[in-house]
């Protein structure tokens, strides 16, 4: 049976590929002997919940992610980061394994911490800062790697909060990217696999930081700029890997390769608390306490960034405490601003609130909030359809036209068992992002130049599937894992959100003749504990 590989290109944009293909020989080659087309992403179309969502087939109702974090309550108003534990639904390689399957995972986002796993797992975006120690399973695999590539890194300590650091972040994501490559090609020949998974994530935050010098329609874009092929250079770095593990492959592999959603130019934030406010929604405090602690401790961090080198920075953050690890990093930062933004509202007096970094809008409901306001039912669906609409005529600050969000109430995305944990209302990130932060004013310009669009990218190629280089439609982020199980000749769950890809099937091979099978979720349990027991007699 063949082997997959999924390579996994963060942020990753068919868009640009297709521009400049002539100098991306490696996609160049798979676009036009294999199939390719646009992945649609999740709402919102964010690292997480999207990889969760495309390695368990199911929207966020069915897994209960819809952001890196999520509301926590008890006596005051909160949330908490997601981890791997959070997985409210069996991932790709569970499923795999239980059916005697070997899966490698390198740099895959939230699977941290990790698990045992029938070969080998390497964690991604999502693991603290202090993980060294525990990224891996197995756990000793982590001083192997440091080994293999000179001190293995998941995200290099860098800020891309701050500006001018164009050469620091390039080159830091440039050190990374050449490690990742390493440790790949370390993995695949010394683990046993049946699918292995690779991601790319230097892609997100390169285009990020660097998306206005490439674009000549952005505000901030200097045309004199030094830096406007920087994406383009990381393309070709991506570009120039695949083509290098490629080559290692064994060459009846099949390769199929992903994006979690897409990029475009973003010129500045929409603050949805500030516009909750000015609209009546939500009111904060005349006086906040900020916590004298985490300010402080926000400074040190930015000292530490911005004057030590990489390399002192990763040898402070195995010395410090862990602790004080997760509050010098910027995943941790954002947990803490909306802290302080939580405890700056006056809720008896607020029917609505913003929460996250793409800001979803939630309604101070009563029975749910701690000191919920809005009566279940009738209020609560006029105050929707009331911030709906007043959203729909936010104007564009430097043309005055409407913005264009997409705003959805939760019900017209979400299904599932968990979609009582979704956000009210969602808006949908459109050149304005929405952010949920405190601030002075309704716009806001971050460093940040480049945002998420929802629009990925989806390739495939190999010995089963069509060489015939047609660029595909209606594939979504959903319809990945069900596709990976029929190409390993495995059930469906028949609660899964995707479909399988037939279309990608060369039509004489023998995943074109296969039936998609479907398996009876409710006997999914009997399934596993009578697959246990064959492996145990050694039948399996």
Sequence with gaps: MSKVVIFGIDGGSLELIEQWKDELPSFQQIMENGVYGELESTIPPLTCPAWPCMFTGKNPGEIGMYGFSGLQFGDRYGSRMYSSSDYHSSSLWKSLNDYGKDVALLNVAMTFPPHKINSCMVCGVGSPPASEAGYTYPPELSQTLDKVVGGYEIIPPVLLTIRGKEEEIAQAFDRVLTKRVKAASYLMRNFSWDLFVCIFFASDSIQHYFWHHMDASHPRHDS????????????????????????????????????????????????????????????????????????????????????????????????????????????????????????????????????????????????????????????????????????????????????????????????????????????????????????????????????????????????????????????????????????????????????????????????????????????????????AALKKIGRI
Excluded: C
């Design 224 to 531: 004199n700029n030094k830096y406007k092929n920087v994406i383009k250079a990381f393309y070709k770095k991506i570009d120039n890997a695949i083509g290098t593990l490629v080559a290692e492959l064994p060459q009846d592999t099949n390769l199929v390769i992903v994006s979690d959603h897409g990029f475009g130019p973003m010129p500045g934030y929409f603050i949805v608390n500030k516009w909750l406010e000015n609209n009546g929604f939500l009111k904060f405090k005349d006086r906040v306490h900020q916590g004298r602690t985490n300010s402080v401790l926000r400074k040190v961090r930015d000292f530490l960034m911005s004057h030590l080198n990489p390399k002192s920075v990763r040898l402070i953050s195995r010395l410090i405490p862990e602790w004080l690890a997760m509050r010098l990093s910027v995943r941790q930062e954002q947990k803490e601003k909306m802290t302080q933004t939580y405890e700056s509202v006056d809720w008896p007096q607020s029917k609505a609130y913003a929460m996250g970094v793409v800001s979803s809008i939630f309604i101070n409901l009563k029975g749910r909030e701690p000191n919920g306001i809005v009566e279940p039912g009738e209020e609560y669906e006029r105050i929707r359809d009331d911030i709906i609409a007043g959203l729909k005529k936010v104007t564009d600050p430097q043309t005055g036209a409407p913005v264009g969000f997409q705003i959805f109430k939760r019900e017209e995305v979400y299904h599932g068992r968990y979609v009582d944990l979704a956000p009210d209302i969602l808006i949908v990130p459109h050149k304005y992002h929405p952010s949920s932060f405190k601030a002075d004013s309704e716009w806001s310009i971050p460093a940040l130049s480049g945002g998420h669009a929802r629009q990925g990218l989806f390739m495939a190629y190999g010995p089963d599937i069509k060489n015939t280089g047609d660029k595909l439609a209606n594939l979504k982020i959903y319809d990945i894992t069900p596709t990976i199980l029929h190409m390993f000749g495995l059930p469906i769950p028949d609660d899964i959100d995707g479909r399988v890809l037939t279309e990608i099937f060369d039509k004489d091979s023998q995943l074109a003749r296969r039936q998609v099978v479907f398996s009876r979720v409710a006997e999914k349990h009997l399934i596993n504990k009578k697959i």
